[in-house]
């Protein structure tokens, strides 16, 4: 089986616990304002690549990951190519590695009776899930990444009701995630699940600008700066507890 990639990162140290390979999935249909991969949006862009070519790649590197590391599969939107996902994933605990997904959930089902037994095989070979949740609050979901964030509300639940363990991760936002009510609203949702085991607040940056310069884009969020460590040490201490960053 293919499935077209963007690039690899060899020695990825933000990405999930410990060293990580890590592999850029191409194709998202997310069109989030602050997103820094915007050259991984076109799902025909990229390179063509079989699952076993990933492996042996990744495995070069092996000795790295040392107890807690492995392989980070993130994108673009990685659950966009499931069957390739899956098959990636498989051959990778064959070999004894550590599974990592980065996913904001888009092409997950939000309805409970939908089928979802591609994303149950999936979840089999997988160790752990980075689950970005955008922003609480449906409407400004909508308005920041072009779509409902139904789809990872709905996953978050169903990673609790599978026993799946997740990291959440919140981009903050200076006007447009970092409302202290909003804010409490994710964090009153987390209180549902049963399988959160850490909540990282990423501080919003501008890194990514020269990517949309490239490409021809208009960047949507000119003007608006990271925020400021107050705002940051009020959103950690607002989603995150114990060990949570």
Known sequence: MTGRIHSYESFGTVDGPGIRFVVFFQGCPMRCKYCHNPDTWNASGGREVTAEEVVKEALKYK?????????????????????????????????????????????FPADPAADRSAFDALLKVTDLVLLDIKHIDEDAHRALTGMTGAHARA????????????WIRHVLVPGITDDDGALHRLRAFLDTLKTVEKVEVLP??????????????DYPLKGVCPPERERIRNARSILCKGGET
Do not use: N, R
């Open 155 to 166: 996953f978050a639940e169903y990673l609790s009701e599978q026993g799946k363990p997740m």
């Open 204 to 217: 919003y940056h501008t890194l990514g600008v020269s990517k949309y310069d490239a490409l021809g884009i």
């Open 63 to 107: 000795s790295y990951f040392g107890i807690k590391g492995g392989v980070t599969a993130t994108g673009g939107e990685p659950m966009l190519q499931l069957p390739f996902l899956t098959e990636l994933f498989t051959l990778l605990k064959a070999k004894g590695v550590h599974t990592c997904l980065d996913t904001s959930a888009a092409t």
